[in-house]
């Protein structure tokens, strides 16, 4: 488990977003509901795709804390949003980022040893910023060869 430390910049999304937990995981619902309409975003950048976490402070990771997820795109301004759609913005700040590569089945133990093996023994700790993977062109859904970066807000240990 190597990451890459990054600075990530102040970047403008235009998605929808759902609060729940993960003993009652609606990732699904979200993106069901966002897929059909991101054509409607008519100021996105790029063809990426973002599941953005934003945890609540001091999140406890336990499984009925809720936290709120988004499915969304970066794009150049907010000058239109389609009807249903919120708007958000992550400011500039360092992120470890994860390449992960495998089906979402893996995925709850990998971010498991990114939370309590990684991070720990680092020389960083967490940020009260949002966490979230970027889905490009190699993300397949339930596909054993997909592949997305997790960023994880950082900050050095004091």
Do not use: C
Not at 5 to 12: D, E, L, Y
């Amino acid at each position: 488990m190597n990451p890459t430390i990054k600075t990530f910049p102040n970047t403008k999304f235009i998605g929808k977003n759902l609060s729940f937990t993960y003993s009652d995981y609606r990732a699904f619902e979200l993106w069901s509901s966002f897929m059909p309409r991101r054509t409607e975003i008519q100021n996105s950048i790029g063809s990426e795709l973002y599941n953005i976490q934003i945890n609540p402070e001091n999140f406890d990771f336990h499984p009925n804390t809720p936290f709120v997820k988004w499915a969304a795109v970066p794009v150049s301004n907010f000058d239109f949003v389609p009807k249903g759609m919120k708007v958000l913005e992550i400011l500039e700040g360092l992120y470890a980022v994860f390449q992960y590569k495998g089906d979402q089945s893996n995925a709850p133990s990998f971010f498991n040893a990114i939370y309590t093996e990684w991070l720990p023994a680092s020389n960083y700790e967490l940020d009260q910023r949002p966490q979230f993977e970027i889905l490009g062109a190699k993300y397949k859904t339930n596909d054993p060869n997909s592949e997305e970066e997790i960023w994880i807000p950082i900050k050095l240990k004091i």
